[in-house]
């Protein structure tokens, strides 16, 4: 499916018909934007009708989701995502999404809100830019599990199974991974919360494991949580999914400022571990070396005595 059409912010504003007007730059607050909108093929080319004066900035986005069926209004989930601006320099933009061979829908908006679940449409949506495709249902298998390591991280470990025939999607803040059928990813944090395209939701803590060899313990130790997800809804401790698969995120965490699934989408950075789990310092001396040091000043103190005496002595004869 292919529209075009054109954007325009300010309604009734128009291009002017002078060659030395169309040349003339514009603000963003007046701008007008032309795009081409593909579908199935997940891509839209916007350009704008004037250029943008120096410091003026556009931001544009795309997204193909998963969906229920092509006609229904079963809850979408983010599949894969694209976005771009136009500049003083960058008069057009061309975005291009993955699009899942299921039940689909893509939609290009101008801004950056990107919803990653849900059935609203968004407010900035451009005109004829949104598609439904699909002839097969989607079916994602994805799993998380969660590891406790010694050293104070958690390891999670994503992965699709190899049955599935869509690729699974994990969510985790504002970054998404899509995994296909057997495939698999770890990643290690102190903690992580990690959504999936089942609408589920999986949270892990570390927690201290009982097979540490060494004594040396967090702040808090709490007891020892499964390293397997458990089916229980709302389950406490590392790898208990915390929504059933029919639930939602609240509207607070409906939207993403920053959704992109370019790259490695997590750096995986743990959080140093709490102090009380610090190797013990150097610095702290033992035993012996304090008895050391109280024999040297005692000897220091001795022959300072010695001294006083034998001068004494000397001023003393005749």
């Known amino acids: 499916m292919l529209a075009a059409s054109t954007v325009a912010v300010t309604p009734g504003a128009a291009l002017a018909a002078s060659p030395m007007a169309d040349q003339a730059c514009v603000s963003t607050a007046v701008a007008t ?36 069926s092509a006609t229904s209004n079963a809850r979408p989930f983010v599949y894969s995502t694209d976005r771009g601006s136009i500049t003083a320099s960058k008069r057009s933009l061309s975005l291009k999404v993955t699009v899942p ?18 059935t609203n449409v968004p407010a900035a949506l451009l005109p004829d830019a949104s598609y439904r ?3 097969k249902e989607c079916a994602p298998a994805p799993t998380v599990t969660f ?11 994503l992965a699709n199974s190899d049955r599935a025939t869509t690729d699974a999607v994990f969510l985790t803040g504002d970054r998404l991974l899509r995994l296909g059928p057997g495939e698999s990813r770890k990643l290690t944090a102190r903690s992580l919360t990690i959504r999936t395209n089942t609408f589920v939701t999986y949270a892990g803590t570390w927690r201290q494991p009982t097979d540490c060899a060494t004594a ?15 089916p229980t809804t709302g389950g406490e401790g590392a790898g208990a999914p915390v929504s059933s698969p029919t639930s939602s995120l ?13 790259g490695a989408w997590y750096p995986a950075t743990p959080t140093t571990p709490a102090a009380a789990a610090a190797p013990k310092s150097d610095s702290t001396m033992s035993t012996g070396s304090v008895l050391a040091i109280a024999f040297g000043l005692l000897l220091i103190t001795g022959g300072g005595f010695l001294l006083v005496r034998v001068l004494r002595t000397l001023r003393e004869e005749p």
Do not use: M, W
């Open 216 to 230: 040396e313990t967090p702040t808090a130790t709490p007891t020892t949580p499964s390293a397997t997800p458990t």
């Open 33 to 68: 934007y032309r795009h081409t909108f593909d579908g199935p093929s997940g891509s839209v080319t916007v350009t704008a009708a004037k250029p943008l004066c120096s410091g003026q900035s556009q931001t544009f986005a795309l997204a193909s989701y998963t969906t229920g």
């Open 250 to 262: 609240p509207a607070a965490t409906a939207t993403t400022e920053d959704l992109t699934d370019s």
């Open 101 to 118: 061979r299921c039940y689909t829908q893509v939609e290009a908006i101008k801004g950056t809100g990107l919803t990653y679940e849900g």
């Open 147 to 157: 590891d406790n390591d010694c050293d104070g991280t958690l390891t999670g470990t």
């Open 133 to 135: 495709g699909g002839t």
